[in-house]
């Protein structure tokens, strides 16, 4: 199994420039999540999906889109691309979300975004 | 307003030594407590985690230790290798919420 894999690896982006970050999980998850790690930042959730077809606001989700249309992908998309979005952004995915032992986030490689 | 204070931002420790991370909450409607661990160009993966039914969990050399009365935990790693230099990240989480993490710790084991 690949477990999550996101791409690309890296980017550079211009100021208004738009992309998508593919996410995709083989491990037949319900719950995907998109974070943003930042220096001293630690990791901020953008948006999260509970399922196909379903997605929700995390903790930083102005300027990103969000996407589930399979089970197994899980696309982020920026618009209008700023400097402030330089970061790393991760994808993850868990069986369930919770207090049980399935809670345990998945996590992909990270797409190093830099916006000039 | 963040919820998970972990401190210190970063450490350094000599191989053998023990390291200590910790961490404090205010809701005290978290439980589930998750240590995750970073190595450098890596995603986080789950390390050890914690409920508050329990005072303690070890795993290895990886023990969590949990203070309910005083809304804190920590990570204690005995006998520090330099393969134990990541990044550690502690989090929380209520009934089917999300993760909220702290802002990290980076740890650093010298030979």
């Known amino acids: 199994n690949a477990g999550v894999t996101q791409t690309p690896k890296f980017r550079v982006l211009k100021t208004g420039q738009s992309m998508t970050l593919l996410c995709a999980q083989d491990?037949?998850?319900?719950?995907m999540y998109w974070y943003r790690q930042d220096p001293g930042m630690g990791l901020r959730l953008i948006h999260y999906?509970?399922?196909?077809?379903?997605?929700a606001k995390g903790e930083v989700p102005d300027g990103y889109n969000v996407s589930r249309l399979k089970k197994q992908n899980f696309l982020l998309g920026l618009e209008s691309a700023a400097p402030s979005q330089t970061s790393v952004y991760f994808c993850?995915?868990?069986?369930?979300?919770?207090?049980?032992?399935?809670?345990?986030?998945?996590f992909g490689p990270g797409t190093r975004l830099l916006v000039l | 307003q963040q919820q998970v204070k972990q401190s210190p931002q970063s450490l350094i420790v000599q191989k053998g030594g023990i390291s200590i991370i910790n961490c404090a909450y205010e809701?005290?409607?978290?439980?589930?407590f998750p240590w995750y661990q970073q190595f450098p160009g890596k995603g986080p993966a789950l390390l050890i985690a914690?409920?508050?039914?329990?005072s303690e969990k070890k795993e290895g050399r990886f023990t969590i230790s949990f203070n309910k009365s005083a809304k804190q935990f920590s990570l204690h790693i005995m006998d520090s290798q330099p393969g134990d230099s990541a990044t550690y990240f502690c989090?929380?989480?209520?009934?089917?919420?999300?993760?909220?993490f702290g802002k990290g710790t980076m740890l650093l084991v010298s030979p």
């Open positions: 999906s509970v399922g196909e077809g379903t997605t």
């Open positions: 491990m037949n998850h319900e719950y």
């Open positions: 993850a995915s868990s069986y369930s979300m919770g207090t049980g032992a399935t809670e345990t986030q998945y």
């Open positions: 809701n005290t409607a978290f439980d589930y």
């Open positions: 914690i409920r508050p039914d329990v």
């Open positions: 989090a929380a989480s209520m009934g089917y919420s999300t993760l909220t």
